[in-house]
């Protein structure tokens, strides 16, 4: 589900990648594989070239030279590092119709470096090197025709570009031609990407992805697919985690005890490769039978988390005749856990044993004994009208409430609710940024979001789009509906 994520420093670029992610955004899977490279090899040695006849030959207007001049500028070799003066020799190279430099142009406008962030002058970069055959202008062409951002989402022209780039023996290519292959048969290839109904999960490098949960032929994804999104989010940003540093390809002993010793962080913070890997360790543990409640309350809350997969195993697990009788019985005792994860799954539509009032009144019942989740999840129904009469006095009593508790959630919920409602935010953003510092170092996606939105609107520092950007599409290809909204609207404000 991940194509790339790691920030690739050697230029200090955050690769225009699609949905595949990290600092890279290709939006995950198969990490360390590159989507495509920050900036081309030049086709000559640089060696040979004295600084001064670099220079030269540059003004001479040399297209190859003005674009080794442009990557020494910004790579700092043998000259200042200086990314205005990148941008302009690069934009020089690409002007004379030079094919590389195309594409690195692109990388440019797409990262805002050097220059103002631009991804529809970028995508045009991307579309003549691509027609000049630069298999990863190819590969970029193809991934933001499904993207919906740029321009309107087209599968068909995303597979042509897929096609072109396989061809040159790109692997990533390979792997999205299959995901739009899917969604092209799904019949989605002239949908926008707002108006398509929930299909089987495809990989994130091609679009955020979605759970068909009527179709009970959905394959589970193999433990390693978790742990490989996992350890890539974990080791990008959540550093916070003193225990986990070693990358396991298999849920050892080992592996499940270091992960279980940061359960209560993962869900106090809402990280939800962290939640999703918990419930299936769960799940593994349980007994033949005796359906794991822990289990299938971490797949819930990873899922409103964003999770793609949670849903493919909360399906399986509801599935099972006996997890409902096991599920009411600890109803009947009192079980806060319970009540909230009844509640969900109505809520959820997936299980209708129960009405919306029904389901909304075990919430409730569950938030009264204090129970952090449903306090929370509450405020969410209560803020949105979501089966419920709006009331946003009581959304904002439950987080209240909630973060008297220390739940971590509940301020950033105010904040983006007084955002949503064009309201002045009562707290104080210093304080705020230092909890979003805390969150995003523990793999919190809200935090992740509204740290793009805090560079994007220019709060505590100078605006920056491209930084926004960044932090909007990371977020985004991990499964936040709110991230690729603000994603779209930074989009529309650059076109």
């Not at 490279?37 to 640089?46: K, L, M």
């Not at 399986?316 to 009540?339: Q, V, W």
């Not at 129904?381 to 509940?410: C, D, M």
Request: charged share 20%.
């Amino acid at each position: 589900m991940t194509f790339v994520r790691k920030i690739l420093l050697i230029v200090l670029l955050v690769p225009v990648c699609i949905y595949g992610q990290g600092g890279s955004l290709a939006f995950k899977r198969n990490q360390p594989v590159e989507i495509y490279r920050t900036y081309y090899p030049v086709e000559f040695s640089p060696q040979i070239f004295e600084s001064f006849m670099l220079v030269r030959n540059a003004n001479d207007g040399d297209p190859l030279a003005q674009h080794e001049l442009g990557l020494r500028y910004l790579t700092g070799n043998g000259f200042e590092p200086d990314t205005i003066k990148a941008f302009t020799w690069v934009k020089r190279a690409a002007e004379q119709k030079y094919p590389l430099a195309a594409y690195n142009l692109g990388i440019f406008y797409m990262n805002g470096l050097g220059t103002e962030w631009n991804p529809y002058l970028a995508f045009e970069s991307f579309l003549y090197a691509a027609s000049r055959e630069i298999p990863e202008a190819q590969f970029a062409a193809g991934v933001i025709y499904t993207e919906d951002l740029v321009v309107s989402r087209d599968l068909q022209k995303a597979k042509y570009w897929f096609e072109k780039a396989e061809k040159s023996g790109s692997l990533n290519a390979s792997k999205a031609l299959l995901a739009v292959e899917k969604d092209i048969a799904a019949g989605n290839s002239d949908k926008r990407r707002d108006e398509i109904e929930p299909s089987n999960p495809i990989s994130k490098n091609v679009t955020l992805q979605y759970i068909n949960f009527t179709d009970t032929t959905v394959t589970l994804p193999p433990d390693s697919l978790l742990l490989a999104d996992f350890y890539e989010e974990l080791f990008r940003t959540a550093l916070s985690y003193s225990t986990l540093t070693v990358r396991d390809s298999v849920l050892s002993d080992s592996a499940i005890s270091n992960i279980l010793s940061a359960e209560e962080t993962f869900d106090g913070y809402s990280f939800p490769e962290g939640l999703l890997l918990v419930g299936r360790i769960y799940q593994l543990r349980s007994k033949p039978g005796s359906p794991s409640l822990k289990s299938l309350y971490y797949y819930i809350r990873a899922l409103k988390e964003g999770s793609p997969y949670a849903g493919v195993f909360l399906w399986r697990m509801i599935t099972d005749n006996k997890f409902f009788s096991h599920l009411y019985a600890e109803i009947n005792k009192g079980s806060a856990e319970a009540e909230y994860i009844l509640s969900s799954l109505r809520l959820l539509r997936l299980e209708f044993g129960l009405t919306e009032k029904d389901a909304v009144g075990l919430l409730e019942r569950s938030a009264a004994k204090q129970f952090i989740p449903s306090m929370i999840e509450a405020g969410n129904i209560y803020f949105n009208g979501t089966s419920v009469e709006r009331n946003r006095e009581k959304a904002f009593s439950y987080w209240k409430s909630a973060g008297v508790l220390g739940a971590y959630q509940a301020e950033l919920r105010e904040f983006v609710a007084s955002v949503a409602l064009g309201e002045s935010y009562p707290g104080n953003y210093s304080s705020l940024m230092n909890k979003l510092n805390t969150g995003y170092a523990r793999g919190s996606l809200l935090a992740e979001t509204v740290i793009g939105y805090f560079n994007e609107k220019g709060i505590l520092a100078e605006e920056n789009n491209s930084e926004a950007y960044r932090y909007y599409r990371n977020a985004a290809s991990r499964g936040s509906n709110l991230a690729y909204a603000l994603l779209k609207s930074l989009y529309a404000k650059a076109e």
